[in-house]
């Protein structure tokens, strides 16, 4: 099994930036298709983005397109999600998952979660 640890989250202003950082251990084979997902109080769990199962290019959510973005560093077991103009109604808690893939307009998760990360967007 792998297992994974979410940090970067914190308190940002409208229109600032954070990098959240999804770190694995364990099983690293089983470290794959991570995909992002939030929850809002109050709210269902949504995906960010993911794999998509149709080309394996990212898919975005349409509320965080052309704003976050996804990069690796496969030396540091380590995926990264670049978050620009980050707006009010991206405060949730943020979790990474693997085996995470889009399926239609939609997000799916077959293997492991992290904890999650506060991200706060106010003034």
């Known amino acids: 099994q792998v297992q994974l640890v979410e940090s970067g989250g914190g308190l940002v202003q409208p229109g600032g930036s954070l990098r959240l950082s999804c770190t694995a251990s364990?099983?690293?084979?089983?470290?794959?298709?991570i995909g992002w997902f939030r929850q809002a109080p109050g709210k269902e769990r949504e995906g960010v983005l993911c794999?998509?199962?149709?080309?394996?290019?990212?898919y975005y959510a349409d509320s965080v397109k052309g704003r976050f973005t996804i990069s690796r560093d496969n030396a540091k077991n380590t995926v990264y999600l670049q978050m620009n103009s980050l707006k009010p109604e991206d405060t949730a808690i943020y979790y990474c998952a693997t085996d995470s893939y889009a399926v239609g307009s939609s997000c799916l998760v077959a293997g492991s979660w992290g904890q999650g990360t506060q991200v706060t967007v106010s003034s």
């Open positions: 364990g099983s690293t084979s089983d470290y794959y298709a």
């Open positions: 794999t998509s199962s149709a080309d394996g290019s990212t």
